[in-house]
């Protein structure tokens, strides 16, 4: 168009503005229109000077309006499902709908759509159709939910420039139809030597081996040294092979002779796990010193369970905790990826409860890549059951995660979603999410038959061609290759598999050892207590603060009580929290680094323990642990966002990537641990006898019957003793601040020689209950005690006919009652500190002591199921074998584990005392209460 036509009709107001801006400084407008002005002059002001009428400001405001719909919106029009369906399409994509028409466009400047695309067309017509073809391509970008406009134009910049996409950024076409042969010929080779045997076969997301592979490729090139992966099963075992590069022969070996796998293990005291659920490590030479290392975590068939889990393994991988102070974490270092399916993103939970971690100071990862492996159904169910956003990815955009919808059959979009989830990671150190668009070619698992349920959808799969086939089919048209070439690369991979298949022998069977185990008695031999002159030098430091730091003035007299502590040796003056602080700083002078976090932890639930100060006035905080002296490693305290699943999960990530750190978390309540139920079990409890790990995680669960209701009086360690069972945890449930200290200490000193998971059942009012202080002495002298006896001295302990077992807080209602001051002598009452391994030789220690000995109860506040009497018993009964009467006493079996009301607590607690020290009289009314006396089981 001549450009005095272009002062004319509905453009002379923009084109005006736009000269007027020119003349002001001519780099504002783009090269385009700087050459055009730099040519031309208007002859007369007047006669150029005409206004734009209104109709003509609605067509520019129209133009630049279908403009910003097609970049917001254009996705819903995207090519991005192999299958053809489902494409939404939406009105704003109309130019009709902004009153504008093709004609009016081709009037319109192409710098009024603005960005590069602008640069290179003439017209707005010309641009907008890019626009489109950009948009609306075989990728959806989906981005405009982001707040940081920044961020926002670094998008639109790298979609409309095209610099990830091919060619822009060539691609070694041969080798990325090598990598989709590779992928397709381990799937059908499996599927028709093995027919039926469950793979959960990648077909129809083949373009997610690739996809990684340029990931991986791309952080080889950066700092990164450890990536670290979580997955499902769907297309696992591909990855397996393509990406952690393991030999073929392992999977062969175990699909071809089950009898070989793990069944003669399980003799050997562990049960391993299915084959699409292991673990893998793989080193990438990176031409430096360090190689790079990809982590595959292994994973549960618990779906997404794996996010918090490979988060926290991130954390740990590019944290340096070596040094006093607070730790360093190196974002630059680590990266994680997660595959996710497309009915379990939006599905479960814990996903969010992940992505929710993605930002947060404690929890950060310096961005994931997530990658949802889109085969449009769940199973056998279809989107429209399953979730009620439109995108399998809605969810992500609440976390300001930038997403791309790409079509699996498109490789080279694929690849371009890879570059660009890299480079933005690289660049903002947030997630990323691409929604990798397929299809399923067979059923949920290989001897599933999909059109049960889909009939319909499965017509269409079945005459699908394989993303193979398409690329081959693209790179003969281009002339790269011709089809002989394509067959003998197809050929080529066949005949490995093949050949790896007839050639395999036993010792192909992949090495699989458990960790060993430890001498017995090694935790023993832990020194946990420390002299009084360190530990007197530690509460120091502890209690020191900046100069000018202004305490709250109600947290000085606490303060001021901890200073005077330690005067005497014998006085019971060490309260819980301070046992706490005691033991962390020593656990730092001795060099291990520590994580505690949990709901609230760094104040504490029950304000009992302030690890972080915050100044009066300034409202600065201070971290005292961080500030020691005597430190020689660091330490970190952070308040839990509130959830429990991704929190433990986290934390058990980061436990399992830094065994030489102490992990800690803390539950607000110990009633809310059954919110991390599967990470419990399916990790924390399991791990070592399903995937060999050997986490050490310490759990702390405040737990006591104190009238609170159903929900904030248990932490319910009858879940946890149900699974106890090949010395797979260690359970406590600790009555005195100085057993805590113990148990800490000891727990640090035996990271290395023998991890154990803890877990502590702590107190709540007993916190500031001097029944539990402890001593100096029992510091500097005492080590952690499985069992504590009956203070009583032996010529009593001869005499005594009854001996009340019990563990935890209960203790104290004992010993504190009326009725204990009245029968002493008569009734020995020994505390179970550890319910798990079991002390059976020293609970039989004790038992030997009381020569008269008639009867032994088990008494306890939890109702019978959920205590740790069931798990109990059986060993009761052996130990006992006979030469006493046993008898359990506690509450009823109940579904909820605690009275509502505090007054019916009362009515209980107080009948459980009192029935235990009169136990050959039955309380009348005991069987409306809810305690249940069971003699002699
Ligand atoms: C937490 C959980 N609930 C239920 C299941 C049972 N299950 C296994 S696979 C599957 C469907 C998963 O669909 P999707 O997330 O789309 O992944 P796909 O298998 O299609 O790749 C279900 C429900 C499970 N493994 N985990």
């Given amino acids: 168009m001549n450009i005095t036509d272009m002062f004319h009709g509905p453009n002379s107001g923009y084109i005006l503005e736009l000269y007027d801006r020119y003349v002001e400084d001519p780099s504002s407008v783009d090269a385009e229109t ?28 129209g133009a630049a309006n279908l403009a910003l719909a097609i970049r917001a919106f254009g996705h819903l029009d995207a090519k991005i499902n192999p299958l053809g369906i489902n494409c939404s399409g939406d009105p704003s994509l109309d130019p009709e709908t902004h009153k504008i028409t093709e004609e009016d466009l081709f009037q319109l400047p192409s710098s009024l759509i603005g960005g590069p695309i602008a640069e290179t067309t003439t017209n707005a017509a010309e641009a907008i159709e890019k626009l489109r073809s950009v948009y609306s391509s075989s990728v959806g970008y989906d981005y405009y939910h982001l707040h940081s406009i920044e961020e926002r134009r670094w998008l639109r910049h790298a979609a409309e420039s095209g610099t990830f996409r091919p060619p822009n950024d060539p691609i070694n076409e041969k080798r990325l139809l090598e990598s989709l042969t590779q992928t397709e010929v381990l799937e059908r080779f499996l599927h028709r030597i093995f027919p039926g045997k469950f793979r959960f076969s990648i077909e129809g997301v083949d373009t997610l081996i690739p996809m990684f592979n340029e990931i991986v490729g791309l952080a080889a090139e950066s700092d990164i040294n450890h990536i670290l992966i979580g997955m499902a099963h769907r297309g696992r075992l591909n990855v397996m092979h393509h990406v952690m590069n393991k030999p073929y022969k392992g999977t062969l070996i175990k699909f071809k002779d089950p009898v070989l796998q793990r069944d003669f293990r399980d003799y050997m005291g562990w049960t391993g796990d299915v084959k699409y659920h292991e673990g893998a490590r793989h080193a990438v030479k990176k031409g430096r010193p360090i190689d790079m290392v990809i982590t595959l975590a292994p994973n549960p068939s618990h779906l997404e369970s794996v996010n918090p889990v490979v988060e926290g393994m991130t954390r740990a991988a590019g944290t340096k905790a070596d040094r006093p102070g607070a730790p360093e974490f190196d974002r630059t270092v680590s990266m994680p990826i997660i595959v996710h399916g497309d009915a379990a993103f939006p599905g479960q939970g814990i996903v969010s409860e992940t992505l929710n971690l993605s930002r947060l100071p404690g929890y950060s990862t310096g961005g994931t890549i997530h990658i949802i492996t889109n085969n449009q159904l769940g199973y056998t169910t279809l989107p429209r059951d399953s979730r009620s956003t439109l995108y399998a990815s809605d969810l992500a955009k609440g976390f300001e995660i930038p997403i791309m919808h790409v079509n699996a059959d498109d490789p080279e979009a694929c690849i371009e979603s890879s570059r660009l989830a ?20 067979h059923g949920h698992n290989e001897a599933d038959e999909p059109a049960f349920t889909q009939p319909k959808l499965y017509e269409i799969v079945d005459k699908h061609p394989t993303v193979r086939e398409i690329w081959s089919n693209t790179l003969i048209e281009r002339g790269i290759i011709d089809s002989e070439e394509s067959e ?76 005077n502590a330690l005067e005497g040796t014998d006085s019971k003056t060490i309260d819980w929290a301070m046992a706490e602080q005691l033991a962390f700083a020593s656990i730092l002078a001795d060099g291990t680094p520590i994580r505690l976090t949990g709901q609230d932890c760094e104040r504490g639930t029950f304000s009992h323990r302030h690890a972080v100060l915050h100044d009066f006035i300034s409202g600065e905080s201070y ?17 839990s966002p509130l959830t429990e699943n991704a929190c433990i999960g986290f934390e058990y990530g980061y436990n399992i990537h830094k065994p030489e750190s102490l992990v800690i978390w803390e539950a607000q309540y110990g009633d809310f641990i059954n919110g991390a139920q599967t990470i419990l079990d399916e990790y924390l409890v399991s791990a070592r006898a399903k995937w060999g790990q050997t986490p050490s995680l310490v759990l702390l669960l405040p737990h006591a019957y104190e009238g609170q209701g159903p929900d904030h009086s248990s932490g319910r360690m009858g879940r946890f003793l149900d699974s106890a069972a090949e010395i797979n945890m260690r359970v406590a449930n600790c009555t005195t601040s100085a057993q805590y200290f113990h148990l800490l200490r000891r727990q640090a000193g035996v990271l290395d020689i023998d991890p154990l998971p803890l877990i502590i059942l702590t107190p709540k009012s007993l916190l500031r209950n001097s029944l539990v202080f402890s001593s100096l002495k029992e510091l500097t002298q005492g080590t952690w005690q499985p069992v504590i006896d009956d203070e009583m001295d032996d010529k009593q302990a001869k005499k005594a006919k009854r001996l009340i077992l019990c563990s935890g807080k209960v203790y104290w209602d004992l010993v ?18 550890q319910l798990y391994p079991i002390p059976t030789v020293m609970i039989s220690k004790v038992l030997s002591r009381y020569p008269k000995l008639k009867e032994v109860v088990w008494i306890q506040e939890e109702p019978e199921t959920m205590g740790a009497w069931m798990f109990m018993f059986p060993f009761f009964r052996k130990l006992i074998d006979g030469r006493f009467l046993l008898h359990y006493m506690g509450r009823k079996r109940n579904s909820s584990p605690a009275e509502g009301s505090l007054s019916m607590h009362r009515v209980n607690q107080q009948a459980l005392v009192q029935q235990a020290f009169t136990l050959d009289k039955e309380l009348p009314n005991l069987d409306e209460l809810g305690i249940t006396w069971v003699k002699n089981v």
Avoid: C
């Fill in 488 to 563: 003998e690369i197809l050929n080529k991979y066949n005949e490995q598999m093949h050949s790896d298949f007839e050639s395999l022998a036993p010792e192909d069977m992949p090495e699989e050892s458990q960790p060993e185990r430890p001498p017995a008695g090694a935790a023993q031999k832990v020194k946990s207590s420390v002299s009084a002159g360190a530990l007197r030098e530690l509460n120091q430091s502890l209690l020191k603060v900046p100069q000018d730091f202004k305490i709250n003035p109600k947290l000085k007299r606490a303060r001021e009580r901890w200073a």
């Fill in 422 to 441: 890299f480079a933005y990671v690289d660049t903002y150190h947030k997630d990323f999410l691409i929604d990798l668009v397929g299809y399923r070619r």
């Fill in 34 to 61: 700087r050459a055009l002005f730099d040519n031309w002059k208007p002859e007369a002001e007047d006669s150029t000077h005409v206004e734009a009428s209104p109709q003509d400001m609605d067509k520019i405001v």
């Fill in 623 to 639: 971290n005292s642990l961080q500030n020691i002296p005597q430190a020689k490693a660091a330490f970190e305290i952070y308040n």
């Fill in 816 to 833: 504190s009652s009326e009725y204990y001051e009245k029968s002493a002598g008569d009734i020995a009452i020994a505390r179970v500190e």
